[in-house]
């Protein structure tokens, strides 16, 4: 009994890409491109009302959005105006 087993050609630019630069081509799996991180994450923890709980999940109903993304959005423009204020106003900002 034998078996056949069939070898795939490279593909002729990837192996000139090869012979010009010394280095292989790599393509990113979908696995690798799904679960890449764009930066170190850290988790916050924050005591809400409840009521404020609601409303944050019925807007990001609403919106289509992740709780996370929103929030995530509403620091970042919170502390841009933060800075925005002290950088107008010096240290003043903090104590009102």
């Given at each position: 009994?034998?078996?056949?087993?069939?070898?795939?050609?490279?593909?002729?630019?990837?192996?000139?890409?090869?012979?010009?630069?010394?280095?292989?081509?790599?393509?990113?799996?979908?696995?690798?491109v799904?679960?890449s991180?764009?930066?170190?994450?850290?988790?916050?923890?924050?005591?809400?009302?409840?009521?404020?709980?609601?409303?944050?999940?019925?807007?990001?109903?609403?919106?289509?959005?992740?709780?996370?993304?929103?929030?995530?959005?509403?620091?970042?423009?919170?502390?841009a105006?933060?800075?925005?204020?002290?950088?107008?106003?010096?240290?003043t900002?903090?104590a009102?």
């Amino acid at each position: 009994m034998s078996k056949t087993v069939e070898f795939r050609q490279p593909d002729k630019a990837k192996v000139d890409a090869f012979v010009e630069t010394g280095t292989v081509p790599r393509e990113h799996s979908k696995l690798e491109v799904m679960t890449s991180v764009p930066a170190a994450m850290r988790q916050l923890t924050v005591d809400i009302p409840e009521s404020l709980h609601m409303d944050l999940k019925m807007e990001c109903v609403r919106l289509g959005m992740k709780n996370y993304e929103v929030v995530r959005r509403a620091l970042m423009d919170a502390l841009a105006e933060v800075r925005k204020l002290r950088s107008d106003e010096g240290q003043t900002w903090l104590a009102r």
